[in-house]
């Protein structure tokens, strides 16, 4: 992009832009497959089940948050490459010496630090007795486990 004129920014912009556009590809495709896929195979475990799992009932919001995650973490992944991408100069990238310089020694750290949050996280969930829920849909109404009187 800086051989043919363009400035850092535009190569930022380029770089996140390729980000955006492939994570919400992404994010599509993997909503529509996911919710096809799930209508699929709700009735083949079913088979295998004695418990009836009740209708097939898809919340569209939860899948479009779902989808707009995806899209933010393509976007966020985008970040350092473009700005690493911005900061290339011209010569070095043509003649094939990169100018990165190495990480920082801190970098492991904060990734090990962000890794033991995001596998903490699902323990600190309020807990949800097994048998306290019921679920619902439309007209009918079923225990999510087998009633115990």
Known sequence: MAACGGTPRQARRV?????????AVAALLGAVLGVLLG??????VQGFSDTWFG???VTWLVVAVVAAF????AFLAAVVPAWLSSKQGVVAVLAGRRGD???SARTPVIGLVLLGIGMRCPWSAPRVPPCSRTVSSGWRSARSCPSSG
């Open 15 to 23: 770089v996140l832009a390729a980000g955006v556009v492939l994570g």
């Open 39 to 44: 209508l699929v195979l709700v009735p083949v």
């Open 55 to 57: 209708p097939v009932d």
């Open 70 to 73: 995806g899209v933010l973490s």
């Open 101 to 103: 310089a190495p990480p």
